[in-house]
């Protein structure tokens, strides 16, 4: 992490022709998207404090097997030395292109900033009935940003779901319990807002690094419900509602069926144990009686 001293900052003490700042004083320095991600912007005459180099991705390395991984190359290349040829020649040309053109150095750079540098975000506004949306087609509410002027956030943490995500999990008490996961409690959601033709946008609380598959670490997304309009509330509830029933009762049936058919798989595996118990006593029963009978014999 980088630091800073904000301004006004004032010393503890002096010590060896050197100022001591108590350890409080120091402010952390983020990337404009780690502020938006806080739920803050960038003032408008706002100066970067300091320029570091962007931190490029792990490049995808090949395994030993040549399948494609996400791995860092660092920890593919000392297993791989065709890696490490490839690795000092990439870096040659890319020493040979970035030389000498310092628009490069800077367009890779990113700046830093103080908390005192930026403001909370103001709500958006709606605007002829559309949702502003972050540019990606969600809205962000909560600690990152506030709900739009004239919406309203319809949220999925009013349930228990029967299989709650990490990042939306929470105490139960006080809450309707529902068979049914978050994933397919958000898709009826969103099947209800779909079905009342009303403008709507996917929710963010946060963000969260994740490893998709077998790709690098990255910040995803975590969506908790849909962004309405405030007029088109009671419907999309009215409508979530029968959906989510709906679903429920079909979320039943397929338990149900579960059930009979795990019930009838163990009676299957307990036939099978009884006959061959059965079996094997009768076999212990005639090998008795054919032993009875030899030794009468021999009598």
Do not use: M
């Not at 309203?152 to 008490?173: E, G, M, N, R």
């Not at 690098?216 to 962004?227: E, K, N, Q």
């Not at 009676?267 to 054919?290: G, I, M, T, Y």
Request: with cysteine; glycine share 8%; proline share 6%.
């Amino acid at each position: 992490p980088f630091e800073y001293l904000p301004p006004g900052t004032r010393p503890a003490a002096f010590f060896q022709g050197e100022l001591v700042f108590l350890r409080r004083s120091v402010a952390l320095l983020k990337t404009e998207a780690q502020w938006s991600r806080a739920g803050r912007r960038l003032c408008p005459d706002a100066v970067p404090l300091r320029q570091v180099a962007k931190r490029a991705l792990p490049a995808r390395g090949l395994f030993a097997g040549g399948r494609a991984g996400g791995r860092s190359w660092r920890r593919t290349q000392f297993r791989n030395p065709v890696l490490q040829d490839e690795r000092r020649e990439e870096e040659r040309r890319e020493k040979e292109r970035t030389d000498g053109r310092e628009e490069v150095t800077e367009r890779e750079k990113i700046g830093l900033y103080g908390e005192w540098q930026t403001e909370e975000k103001p709500p958006p506004e709606v605007e002829n009935g559309l949702l502003p949306d972050n540019g990606h087609g969600n809205i962000e509410v909560g600690k990152l940003g506030q709900v739009p002027i004239g919406a309203v956030h319809i949220s999925l943490t009013d349930f228990h779901c029967s299989a709650s995500s990490s990042s939306l999990a929470s105490s139960s008490s006080g809450k309707q319990a529902t068979p049914l996961s978050v994933a397919s409690l958000g898709g009826a959601l969103v099947a209800a807002a779909v079905k009342c033709g009303v403008e709507f946008k996917p929710a963010v609380v946060a963000f969260e690094r994740k490893s998709v598959s077998l790709s690098a670490p990255a910040w995803v997304p975590v969506r908790d419900g849909v962004v309405v309009l405030e007029a088109d509330e009671a419907r999309v509830r009215e409508a979530w509602r029968e959906e989510r029933e709906k679903r429920e009762e079909a979320a039943e049936k397929r338990r149900r069926k579960r059930e009979a058919r795990e019930r009838e798989d163990t009676l299957k595996q307990w036939r099978v144990f009884c006959r061959a118990l059965l079996f094997w006593k009768s076999r212990e029963a005639e090998q008795r009686l054919d032993g009875g009978r030899e030794d009468g014999e021999r009598v």
